[in-house]
C-alpha cells in the first residue's frame, strides 16, 4: 500500500507572501580553532513541529541545509517566535539544540545556541524609601534569546549619594531626605553562563557587558 498521496487546486491570487514583518535573518560565521574560516561547511535546520500562523502561509520543509560561503559566513531566514533545532555535525559530539526565533528583524546563531546575558534590570522597582527603613530588591536577567531569569547573585549596587541612601548587599537603607540614583554597578555572569549540551561552560571571547539598570529612589 502506497502512503503517497497528491493534490491540486488553484492558487488564491491574493496570498501574500511572507514578509519581512514575520521573518527573522539569522546569521553568523564558522570557523575553526585556528581562526581559520570554513568554506562549504553545511549543518542544518529542523523546524520544530507547533503551529506556525501567518496570514496564507503554510510552513513546510522540515529540514533544511544550510552551508557556509567561502569566508565562512552563512544566512537564513525563519519565521519569527517559531522553534528549530539546529544540529552541527562532526564534532565528537554532533551538537543539537532547540531554540527559538526572537520577534526581531535580524539575530545572531550564536546568541541563540549559546545565549548570554544582554540586560539585567530591577524587578521590584520601588522607588519611594522611608528614612530608616531598608528595601530589598530583586533583579532579572534577559538573555540574548530573549529568555530571562532571576537573578540575585553576583551583582552590586552604588548609590550616587550615600548620605541620602546607603548600600547593604541588594538592599538600600534611607539615611535622610532626597533623591538618590541606585545603579547596578557591575555583575558577574559566571553564574548564569549557559552550558553546552555536554554540560561543559562556553567560552566566550570579547563577549561584551551586559546593560545594566538603574532607578530613582526618594527617601522621605
Do not use: W
Not at 552541527?88 to 554532533?94: G, M
Not at 527603613?133 to 550615600?162: K, V
Not at 541588594?170 to 541606585?182: A, C, L, N, Q, Y
Amino acid at each position: 500500500m502506497s502512503n503517497s498521496s497528491s493534490s491540486s487546486g488553484t492558487a488564491a491570487s491574493s496570498a501574500p507572501s511572507a514578509t519581512s514583518e514575520t521573518l527573522c535573518t539569522i546569521s553568523g560565521n564558522i570557523t575553526n580553532l585556528q581562526g581559520i574560516s570554513q568554506r562549504a561547511y553545511s549543518f542544518y535546520v529542523r523546524h520544530v513541529h507547533h503551529p506556525i500562523v501567518s496570514e496564507y502561509d503554510v510552513v513546510l520543509g522540515e529540514k533544511n541545509k544550510i552551508t557556509t560561503d567561502s569566508s565562512g559566513d552563512f544566512s537564513f531566514t525563519l519565521f519569527r517566535k517559531s522553534k528549530f533545532k539546529i544540529e552541527f555535525p562532526n564534532r565528537i559530539f554532533d551538537l543539537a539544540k532547540i531554540c527559538e526565533v526572537p520577534d526581531a528583524a535580524t539575530a545572531k546563531l550564536s546568541d541563540l545556541v549559546f545565549p548570554r546575558v544582554t540586560a539585567v534590570d530591577f524587578t521590584n522597582a520601588v522607588t519611594t524609601v522611608a528614612i530608616g527603613d531598608t528595601q530589598g530588591y530583586s533583579f532579572t536577567a534577559t538573555y540574548s534569546d530573549a529568555s530571562t531569569t532571576g537573578a540575585s547573585a553576583g551583582i552590586t549596587l552604588s548609590s550616587s549619594d550615600t548620605g541620602i541612601a546607603t548600600i547593604s548587599g541588594t538592599s538600600i537603607v534611607g539615611v535622610s531626605g532626597g533623591s538618590v540614583t541606585i545603579t547596578i554597578s557591575a555583575f558577574d555572569s559566571t553564574t548564569y553562563q549557559v552550558k553546552d549540551s555536554g554540560g561543559d561552560r562556553i567560552v566566550r571571547i570579547n563577549e561584551t557587558t551586559p546593560t545594566l539598570g538603574s532607578i530613582t529612589v526618594t527617601v522621605s
